[in-house]
C-alpha cells in the first residue's frame, strides 16, 4: 500500500467514523485496527487527532465546492440546480443515515481544537456564499446582507432537516421539510423526488 493509499484510507475511514458518531467519536486506535496499521502510522499522517479533524473538514469543503461550482456553472434553471444542491445533503441520509460532516462537527463545536473549528466554519462559509451566488440573479433587489442572511438561513434550514430526518431515521422527514421550505417561498421550489 503506498503513502497515498494509507492516508486516504485513514482519511475515508475517519469521515465515515465521525459522519456516524461525531467527532468525540475518533480514535486513532480505531482507526489503525480499521485501516489496518498500527496506530503510530496514523500519528505518521496527522500527528494530532486535530490534524485529522482540520483536514476532514478541509478536505469535505474542498469536494463540496468543487461539486457546487459544476452545479453553478450549469445552464439548468435555479430551481434545478437547488434540487442538486439539496442532493448533496440527501446522499448523506441515504449513506446509512449519516449527516452532514459540518452537521457533526458543529454540533461538537465546542470541544473541537481550534484550527478545525476554523476548517469546520470554512464549510459554512462556502455554502453561505455559494447559496447568495445562486440567488442574487432572482433577487435583485437585495442588497448582499440581505442576500447573505436568506442564504445563511436557507444553509441552516437544509442542515436542520437533515438533523431531524436523521433523528427519525426517516430520510422522508427531509424531504417533507424542503418541500415545505420550498412551498413557504423560504427556499427555490425543487421538484419533488
Known sequence: MTTTDTREKILKAAQATVQAKGYNALSFRELAKEVGVK?????????TKGDLGAELARRYTDTAVSHFERLISSPAPVALVFAEYVAVFRAALKNDNRMCLYGVMAAE????PEEVRVAVDAFSQANVDWLARLLGPRHPELPPEDLRD????IFAAIEGAQLVARGRGDIRVFDQMVEAYGAAGLMPRPPSP
Open 109 to 112: 463545536y465546542g470541544d473541537l
Open 39 to 47: 496506530s503510530a502510522s496514523i500519528h505518521y499522517y496527522f500527528p
Open 150 to 153: 436568506r442564504a445563511l438561513a
